[in-house]
């Protein structure tokens, strides 16, 4: 079973199209995030969920829209891609402690790799 | 300055090596990460740390709070540990960060047979 599931793994699209991320995960947990991963490999957020509403959120474009239908599930839509935009994508969800509002752990999807041509 | 810093940035070893990879963090956390991801694969959750030292066969990680440093080691390393691995802090205690991690720039291992 998988725990945080993302979809597609690969997504190759022009520029100026419109493309959604789906995330999925069956942990049980409150908190989902994105991820976005550069061409140097490296990781920095984009958005955090916590039961359906928005947490964090890092001064992205606002051509890049998530939606959080439920907590299980954190959609990620992009509109008027530009090549820029390519890069690897990761969702993650974590438990928080209610109490505290800290996080205990990270999963990760298996990433979706989008490239812009 | 990244809030997180990792070295080195690229590391190459023999097989049977010791291994470490150092973390520097500059913001108050309530958790250090150690993350790996193998080429072309997802990124799994090594360790969690908020202090002292955990141990999960060949890997250890620890954590020293006051120096805002945690370091990764790898024992006896094998070719199948190659992979970046990625040290990641979780800032504050609770309140507006919910879990959000900051990453380091990640470290390459590449171990050669």
């Known amino acids: 079973d998988t725990a945080v599931s993302q979809t597609p793994k690969y997504l190759v699209t022009q520029m100026g199209n419109d493309k959604s991320i789906k995330c999925e995960q069956n942990?049980?947990?409150?908190?989902m995030y994105w991820y976005k991963q550069d061409s140097k490999k490296f990781l920095k957020i984009m958005f955090s969920y916590n039961n359906k509403e928005l947490i964090i959120n890092e001064t992205v474009p606002n051509r890049f829209s998530p939606k959080s239908p439920d907590k299980a599930h954190l959609n990620l839509h992009i509109n008027s891609l530009e090549l820029g935009d390519s890069a690897v994508y990761f969702c993650a969800s974590s438990p928080i402690y209610k109490r505290t509002g800290a996080a205990w752990g990270a999963f990760f999807g298996q990433g979706t790799r989008l490239t812009v041509v | 300055k990244n809030e997180v810093e990792q070295s080195p940035q690229n590391l190459t070893a023999q097989e049977g090596e010791f291994i470490t990879i150092n973390c520097s963090y500059s913001v108050g956390i309530s958790a250090l990460h150690w993350l790996q991801q193998h080429p072309g694969g997802g990124i799994v959750s090594l360790f969690m740390?908020?202090?002292g030292k955990k141990k999960h066969g060949r890997l250890i990680a620890t954590i020293n709070i006051q120096e805002k440093h945690s370091s990764l080691h790898i024992t006896a390393s094998h070719p199948r540990d190659s992979a970046v691995y990625i040290c990641?802090?979780?800032?504050?205690?609770?309140?507006?960060?919910?879990?959000?991690?900051?990453f380091g720039q990640g470290t390459i291992l590449t171990v050669h047979p």
């Open positions: 740390l908020s202090s």
């Open positions: 942990l049980g947990h409150d908190t």
């Open positions: 990641a802090a979780t800032p504050g205690a609770g309140g507006t960060s919910y879990g959000k991690l900051t």
